[in-house]
């Protein structure tokens, strides 16, 4: 008389085949060395999206390509406007002749500093609780 174990491998015999094929590609693929992190992420950042980041870089060589025709001026903050108007020359001088009054007045040792104002007290009665 068999044994359960003889009448079960005897039963499953026919899935030998594709038991040892499954043990062969989990070997193989143990024995392959890790990828890069940078490997990894190029197959899951860039890859999966590949459309998405032609767009992109569509969009930015259409913004330079714009930009390099439409000319614009390399030195960035350079005024071009005419000569002031003498009444902003005016109020000009007078700002700056305000400010330097003022700083004058802030560095003028002869006035003394002002103490705080010292306020009363509230009155209002104290409860006290017992509990």
């Not at 043990?23 to 990894?40: C, E, F, H, Q, Y």
């Not at 400010?99 to 003394?112: G, T």
């Amino acid at each position: 008389m068999k044994t359960p174990r003889e009448l079960l491998l005897g039963r499953h015999e026919s899935a030998v085949p594709r038991l040892d094929q499954i043990r062969n590609t989990v070997l193989d693929a143990m024995g392959k060395p890790r990828r890069s992190i940078s490997g990894k992420l190029w197959e899951e950042l860039i890859l999966p999206v590949r459309r998405a980041w032609i767009g992109i870089a569509a969009a930015w060589v259409i913004v330079i390509a714009l930009n390099l025709l439409a000319g614009a001026d390399t030195q960035p903050g350079v005024n071009t406007s005419g000569p002031l108007n003498p009444d902003s020359v005016l109020a000009l001088q007078r700002r700056e002749h305000l400010v330097a009054r003022l700083i004058e007045e802030d560095n003028d040792p002869s006035s003394p500093a002002k103490p705080p104002e010292q306020q009363p007290r509230s009155e209002a009665p104290v409860e006290q609780k017992i509990v």
